[in-house]
Each structure stands twice: as C-alpha cells, then as structure tokens.
C-alpha cells in the first residue's frame, strides 16, 4: 500500500520560534498534499492544498504568512509554522494523492506540536 | 449544509457485535468514496475505497453505496476492541465527515 511518512512526530518548540514539518510519500508520486490542524476530539480541518510545483491554495481563515507550505517535488511538502505560539499547539496531518482526482488519499501519521 | 453529515456518535458495543456506520452527502457529483479509521493521536488509514452503487467487503468489513439516496455505510462484523477507533467517512478523499468513535467493550 501507498506509505506517507511524517517527520517529526511530535516538536516542542518555544513561542517565537518557527517549526518545520516534513511530510514525504515514499512509494509513489503524490501531485497534490494536503495539510491538516486536528483539535481532540475533532475531525480534521484542512488548512491548504498543494500542488508540486505551485502555490499552495489556503482555506478561509488559515493564515498563509504564518504557515508557509513548500511542495517542491512529487514526493516531499513541507508545512513551516512560522513565529509559532502557544495557540498553534495542535496536531498537524498532512496527506498525499496520486494524479488522479478520484484516488484515494493517504496520511501521515501526524505531528504533535507544543509550543511553550 | 455540509457536503457529508455523519453522526459523530459516539457508538458503544459489546465484543462480537456488528458495528454500523453510515453518512450521507449532499453532492450527486461525488463517484468515490472512502471510508478511514483513525487511532487516537495518529493519522487516518485508509479502509475501503469503493465507486460503484452496491458492496464491497474486505475481511470482516462491508462498505456500502447507495448513490440513489446519497448514503453510504460501513458494517464490522465480529467486532474487536481492536476495532475501538474513529470512522470518517470522505468522498473524492477531501471531504470528510466529522468521524464516528467507536469504541468495542471487551
């Protein structure tokens, strides 16, 4: 099956500090990633959608100068959060797809954030 | 109203029973759909991947599309604790329902 590897799995990081987030498909070549924010108990709230090689397209409300996403090859994207703060203490997901609208997604395993 | 609704539960049930899922959505677009188990504090796997009207199984899991009423469901026979997790449901892969948690007693 498709594997999407996500590094690290958890980050405690001081507030003003910036954090990157690393996620890589590792058998096949994901054209488009998708980052994630889960809340406890929460379903998953897409943040952007990037597409290699491209911009990344940010939902309403998700700040694109605070979470910088780099797609710059078909198998890595990264999410950067940038002068974090104890708000952004969160768990990050981010998944992978095929070229293929319709193929199914596949996640990493999630990044555990706490900023202090 | 949202593209998938489904009852985030959450759902209770003895070992050994069968665990019923289902969503429903909005969009008579939608042709593929998924249905991910999620593990507390980790990222969601993929379950079943199905396109057509009808059912598919795998193991002791059934997916089921009923593209006519816009309603899909996931059955678990034999259920285990193993099993204790949250369901979303998600349709062309990017629009997830608000998952179900599931938790099976021992």
């Known amino acids: 099956g498709a594997v999407v590897s996500q590094h690290p799995s958890w980050v405690i990081c001081k507030s003003g500090t910036s954090v990157k987030i690393e996620c890589r498909s590792l058998?096949?070549?994901?054209?488009?990633m998708f980052w994630y924010r889960q809340f406890p108990k929460q379903s998953l709230m897409l943040m952007a959608t990037s597409n290699e090689g491209s911009k990344a397209t940010y939902e309403q409300g998700v700040e694109k100068d605070k979470f910088l996403i780099n797609h710059a090859s078909l198998t890595l994207s990264t999410l950067t959060v940038t002068s974090a703060h104890p708000e952004d203490s969160s768990f990050y997901i981010c998944s992978a797809r095929r070229a293929d609208f319709n193929s199914p997604l596949h996640f990493g395993n999630g990044t555990r954030l706490t900023v202090t | 109203q949202k593209e998938v609704e489904q009852d985030p539960g959450p759902l209770s049930v003895p070992e050994g029973a069968i665990v019923s899922l289902n969503c429903t959505y909005s969009?008579?677009?939608?042709?593929?759909f998924m249905w991910y188990r999620q593990y507390s504090r980790k990222g969601p796997e993929l379950l079943m991947y199905?396109?057509?009207?009808g059912n598919k199984e795998d193991g002791r899991f059934t997916a089921q599309v009923d593209k006519s009423s816009k309603y899909i469901s996931l059955f678990i026979r034999d259920s285990q604790p193993s099993d204790s997790a949250t369901y979303l449901c998600a349709m062309r892969g990017v629009s997830f329902g608000a998952g179900t948690t599931v938790t099976v007693r021992a």
């Open positions: 058998d096949f070549q994901a054209t488009t």
């Open positions: 199905t396109y057509s009207s």
């Open positions: 969009n008579s677009a939608f042709q593929y």
